[in-house]
């Protein structure tokens, strides 16, 4: 079993910037792929970032591509999401998940998730 547990979100402007966490806890977390996946009002859940379990490997959605950066830390068990240049499209409630596997686009896929954190971006 693994808890994942996101912090930073919140309310900022266009432009600003703005630094996820994903804090895990239970079996060792680094033999788990991350990734992060957004889900705004009325939509479905859409895929952001992974990472692999090394962290030497990472796909980003074309949506956010150049602006946001995912990265991860096994020693301390954390991933976390930077995102920079952010827009009002950005605005969702941002999921951290652990996937056993090797990651994917599809959320299904991930074996376990977190409660999630708002990020809200006015123009």
């Known amino acids: 079993q693994v808890q994942l547990v996101e912090s930073g979100g919140g309310l900022v402007q266009a432009g600003d910037s703005l630094r996820l966490s994903c804090a895990a806890s239970g079996r060792s977390f680094g033999i788990y792929a991350s990734g992060w996946f957004r889900q705004a009002p009325g939509k479905a859940r859409e895929f952001v970032a992974l990472?692999?379990?090394?962290?030497?490997?990472?796909i980003y959605a074309d949506s956010v591509k150049g602006r946001f950066t995912i990265s991860r830390d096994n020693s301390k068990n954390m991933v976390y999401l930077q995102m920079n240049s952010l827009k009002p499209e950005d605005t969702a409630v941002y999921y951290c998940?652990?996937?056993?596997?090797?990651?994917?686009?599809?959320?299904?896929?991930?074996?376990?998730w977190g409660q999630g954190t708002q990020v809200t971006v006015s123009t």
């Open positions: 990472i692999t379990q090394s962290g030497g490997f990472a």
């Open positions: 998940a652990a996937d056993s596997e090797f990651g994917s686009r599809d959320p299904s896929r991930y074996d376990y």
